[in-house]
């Protein structure tokens, strides 16, 4: 009965660590994608910027 008792222990223990190491690791997957995406919104920022400087330097140019 004990021996029972002690692989039921352990079982749930496994399964609740998993539960707990898959919702880590969605976690981390939605932090990523986060990063991911301010980074991008930033770039394209960035690139908007640069292009409107070239355009106005290519403007000023032309006069």
């Not at 539960?19 to 986060?34: A, H, Q, T």
């Amino acid at each position: 009965m004990n021996l029972q008792n002690s692989l039921k222990n352990q079982t749930t223990s496994l399964t609740e660590f998993n539960d707990s190491f898959n919702l880590y690791c969605n976690g981390v997957r939605d932090m990523e994608e986060n990063i991911c995406s301010v980074f991008s919104k930033i770039s394209g920022i960035t690139e908007e910027y640069l292009n409107l400087g070239v355009f106005l330097l290519f403007q000023k140019m032309d006069k």
